[in-house]
DNA sequence: TCTATTGTAGATCTCTAATATCCATTATAG
DNA sequence: CTATAATGGATATTAGAGATCTACAATAGA
């Protein structure tokens, strides 16, 4: 299990676009140069975050990227969900009847069975949603500066 | 990016055999019928958990698998470093000229370049890794007793 | 208006890792 | 001995990540 060189291109060029002028655009291909991946794959990334409202895109001559809204209200969470997806890090093999009658399953409050695994493995999942959700990027870019 | 699925039946496997009566081997016949897995598939899990010293295998009639230690002194992390692997859940595109001489990139004490995004993402994962680490088969079980 | 530039979207290709199965071999209880 | 059961190697199969290409739409500047 580990995350997608999506998610490191996408937070490296979002850190990027932080560091540049305001209302200053970036194009694909100082980015993609920058950060050393092709511009179409680097596209296809920079178009995620656009679609979420992370960035903001302009075509045509002279244009290209600028983050949406400030460094310090983009978290690293939010950037791995857009990229990463939203599903769970772990699901349960549910559905499977075995678990309906088993040792690793508890009823919650409504009555539903709950496996106990998944239980444990949502708490680590929160714990390190927290952390990143507490760190954005503005925050790199802050700890960075004390060079 | 998710938890395969080998990892949520080795940890079922785990708890199988923590609930059966001490000195009483379980073979992978039982066991797979009682995931829902192949024997074939299941077995292999349980050679990696064997290998690790996790669990204890017979070979032979009426030979099977069970605990190599009491259920509380395995823990989430230890089954999910067998069964997923130890490489870290961010590797950053190092060795990539670029981040020598880049924004997010910070010398660390031995003058060596660090990826700034790297260490948030070694702080999120450390986060998660502390709650699995906490987390054991017994206590689980223990957490299904309360039903 | 024309043209060069730049992002978008869809299709497609490759490659790797997870998932899954089969078989020959080894070990052991009875 | 024989039936049983785990092991290790080889080998599919599949899904998703990684990556590229092209036609198209939008826009700045000549």
Same mark, same amino acid.
């Given at each position: 299990?580990?995350?997608?060189?999506?998610?490191?291109y996408? !937070? $490296?060029?979002?850190? +990027?676009? #932080?560091?540049?002028?305001?209302? +200053?655009?970036?194009?694909?291909k100082?980015?993609?140069?920058?950060? %050393?991946?092709?511009?179409?794959?680097?596209?296809?990334?920079?178009?995620k975050?656009?679609?979420? %409202?992370?960035?903001?895109?302009?075509t045509?001559a *002279?244009?290209?990227?600028?983050?949406?809204?400030?460094?310090?209200?983009?978290?690293?969470?939010?950037v791995? $969900?857009?990229?990463?997806?939203? &599903?769970?890090?772990?699901? @349960? !093999?549910?559905?499977?009847?075995?678990?309906?009658?088993?040792?690793? #399953?508890?009823?919650?409050?409504?009555?539903?069975?709950? @496996?106990?695994? &998944?239980?444990?493995?949502?708490?680590?999942?929160l714990?390190?949603?927290?952390?990143?959700?507490?760190?954005?990027? &503005? *925050?790199?870019?802050?700890?960075?500066?004390?060079e």
């Amino acid at each position: 299990m580990q995350f997608s060189k999506s998610t490191g291109y996408a !937070l $490296h060029a979002l850190i +990027h676009l #932080a560091l540049s002028e305001r209302g +200053h655009n970036i194009g694909i291909k100082p980015l993609a140069t920058s950060l %050393g991946v092709s511009e179409s794959y680097l596209s296809k990334i920079m178009s995620k975050l656009r679609q979420d %409202g992370i960035v903001r895109a302009v075509t045509g001559a *002279s244009g290209g990227y600028e983050l949406a809204r400030s460094a310090d209200q983009i978290t690293f969470l939010e950037v791995i $969900h857009v990229i990463e997806g939203r &599903q769970q890090l772990f699901e @349960c !093999l549910n559905g499977n009847a075995h678990l309906q009658k088993e040792f690793s #399953a508890i009823a919650d409050l409504s009555g539903r069975k709950e @496996c106990l695994v &998944q239980k444990v493995m949502n708490g680590a999942e929160l714990q390190m949603q927290q952390y990143l959700q507490a760190n954005t990027i &503005q *925050s790199v870019i802050d700890s960075g500066s004390i060079e």
